[in-house]
Protein backbone atom coordinates (compact mmCIF):
# COMPACT_ATOMS: atom_id res chain seq x y z
CA UNK A 1 0.00 0.00 0.00
CA UNK A 2 1.54 3.29 -0.93
CA UNK A 3 0.85 6.89 -0.97
CA UNK A 4 2.12 9.87 -3.06
CA UNK A 5 5.31 11.40 -4.35
CA UNK A 6 7.98 10.43 -1.54
CA UNK A 7 5.63 7.40 -0.85
CA UNK A 8 5.73 5.78 -4.02
CA UNK A 9 9.20 6.29 -5.17
CA UNK A 10 9.99 3.73 -1.82
CA UNK A 11 7.26 1.48 -2.43
CA UNK A 12 8.66 0.87 -6.18
CA UNK A 13 12.09 0.60 -4.36
CA UNK A 14 11.04 -1.93 -2.34
CA UNK A 15 9.08 -3.99 -4.84
CA UNK A 16 12.52 -4.18 -7.02
CA UNK A 17 14.44 -4.87 -4.10
CA UNK A 18 12.10 -8.09 -3.25
CA UNK A 19 12.04 -9.19 -6.50
CA UNK A 20 15.43 -9.12 -6.75
CA UNK A 21 15.85 -11.48 -4.03
CA UNK A 22 13.00 -13.52 -6.07
CA UNK A 23 9.96 -12.80 -4.18
CA UNK A 24 6.54 -11.70 -5.65
CA UNK A 25 5.60 -8.61 -5.07
CA UNK A 26 2.10 -6.66 -5.86
CA UNK A 27 1.95 -2.60 -5.77
CA UNK A 28 -1.34 -1.58 -4.22
CA UNK A 29 -2.14 1.85 -3.83
CA UNK A 30 -5.51 1.97 -1.68
CA UNK A 31 -5.85 5.63 -1.18
CA UNK A 32 -8.70 7.31 -3.85
CA UNK A 33 -6.92 9.51 -6.46
CA UNK A 34 -8.70 12.60 -4.90
CA UNK A 35 -6.88 12.32 -1.42
CA UNK A 36 -3.37 12.39 -3.71
CA UNK A 37 -4.64 15.19 -6.04
CA UNK A 38 -5.86 17.47 -2.36
CA UNK A 39 -2.48 16.06 -1.35
CA UNK A 40 -0.45 17.35 -3.72
CA UNK A 41 -2.06 21.13 -3.71
CA UNK A 42 -1.72 21.31 -0.08
CA UNK A 43 1.59 20.50 0.21
CA UNK A 44 2.85 22.29 -3.08
CA UNK A 45 0.76 26.18 -2.26
CA UNK A 46 -0.18 26.03 1.42
CA UNK A 47 2.70 24.17 2.84
CA UNK A 48 2.45 25.77 6.50
CA UNK A 49 -1.50 24.35 6.56
CA UNK A 50 -0.17 21.16 5.54
CA UNK A 51 2.07 21.22 9.07
CA UNK A 52 -0.59 22.46 10.83
CA UNK A 53 -2.60 19.50 9.75
CA UNK A 54 0.09 17.01 10.64
CA UNK A 55 0.50 18.79 14.44
CA UNK A 56 -3.44 19.06 14.85
CA UNK A 57 -3.69 15.27 13.88
CA UNK A 58 -1.52 14.08 15.88
CA UNK A 59 -3.64 15.17 19.11
CA UNK A 60 -5.01 11.90 20.49
CA UNK A 61 -9.13 12.69 19.46
CA UNK A 62 -8.17 14.08 15.86
CA UNK A 63 -6.18 11.21 15.59
CA UNK A 64 -9.27 8.75 16.60
CA UNK A 65 -11.24 10.74 14.31
CA UNK A 66 -8.58 10.19 11.33
CA UNK A 67 -8.65 6.45 12.16
CA UNK A 68 -12.20 5.88 11.85
CA UNK A 69 -12.33 7.57 8.33
CA UNK A 70 -9.19 5.81 7.07
CA UNK A 71 -11.35 3.20 8.11
CA UNK A 72 -14.31 3.93 6.51
CA UNK A 73 -12.41 4.60 3.48
CA UNK A 74 -10.02 1.73 2.90
CA UNK A 75 -11.17 -1.78 4.87
CA UNK A 76 -13.41 -2.79 1.97
CA UNK A 77 -10.67 -2.15 -0.65
CA UNK A 78 -7.54 -3.30 1.22
CA UNK A 79 -9.75 -6.56 2.53
CA UNK A 80 -10.79 -7.26 -1.48
CA UNK A 81 -7.19 -7.13 -2.32
CA UNK A 82 -5.51 -8.89 0.58
CA UNK A 83 -8.54 -11.74 -0.84
CA UNK A 84 -7.79 -11.65 -4.72
CA UNK A 85 -3.63 -11.41 -3.73
CA UNK A 86 -3.37 -13.95 -0.32
CA UNK A 87 0.01 -12.35 0.48
CA UNK A 88 2.74 -13.48 2.89
CA UNK A 89 3.49 -10.34 4.02
CA UNK A 90 2.02 -6.46 3.94
CA UNK A 91 4.62 -4.11 3.61
CA UNK A 92 3.14 -0.21 3.83
CA UNK A 93 4.73 3.10 3.43
CA UNK A 94 2.02 5.12 4.61
CA UNK A 95 0.21 5.31 8.13
CA UNK A 96 -3.66 4.62 6.64
CA UNK A 97 -3.07 0.85 6.92
CA UNK A 98 -2.34 0.61 10.88
CA UNK A 99 -5.76 2.35 11.05
CA UNK A 100 -7.48 -0.87 8.84
CA UNK A 101 -9.45 -2.92 11.12
CA UNK A 102 -7.47 -5.99 12.57
CA UNK A 103 -10.06 -8.51 11.38
CA UNK A 104 -8.96 -7.40 7.68
CA UNK A 105 -5.81 -9.12 8.60
CA UNK A 106 -6.32 -12.44 9.94
CA UNK A 107 -9.79 -13.59 8.08
CA UNK A 108 -7.51 -15.32 5.89
CA UNK A 109 -5.45 -16.44 8.36
CA UNK A 110 -2.57 -14.19 9.61
CA UNK A 111 -1.14 -11.56 7.05
CA UNK A 112 1.79 -9.89 8.97
CA UNK A 113 2.36 -5.99 8.68
CA UNK A 114 5.35 -4.10 8.36
CA UNK A 115 5.08 -0.40 8.23
CA UNK A 116 8.10 1.91 6.78
CA UNK A 117 8.31 5.17 7.72
CA UNK A 118 9.17 7.68 5.03
CA UNK A 119 8.35 11.06 7.12
CA UNK A 120 11.33 10.63 9.41
CA UNK A 121 11.20 14.48 10.53
CA UNK A 122 8.80 13.45 14.06
CA UNK A 123 7.00 10.11 15.04
CA UNK A 124 3.12 10.67 14.50
CA UNK A 125 0.55 8.56 16.43
CA UNK A 126 -0.62 7.80 12.86
CA UNK A 127 2.17 5.64 12.42
CA UNK A 128 1.21 2.65 15.42
CA UNK A 129 -1.35 0.61 15.31
CA UNK A 130 -2.61 0.57 18.41
CA UNK A 131 -2.79 4.52 19.22
CA UNK A 132 -5.13 5.40 19.34
Known amino acids: MSGAGGHISVALALK ?3 EKKGHKVVF ?3 VPKILWSMYGVISRYFLSFWGF ?3 ASNEETASKI ?3 VTNRLFTTKVAKKIKEEVPDFIISDHPFITKIEEKVFTKNGHVPLGVVVV ?4 VHS ?5 HP
Open 66 to 68: IAQ
Open 28 to 30: FDA
Open 16 to 18: EAF
Open 53 to 55: LFW
Open 119 to 122: DPVT
Open 126 to 130: LWFKG
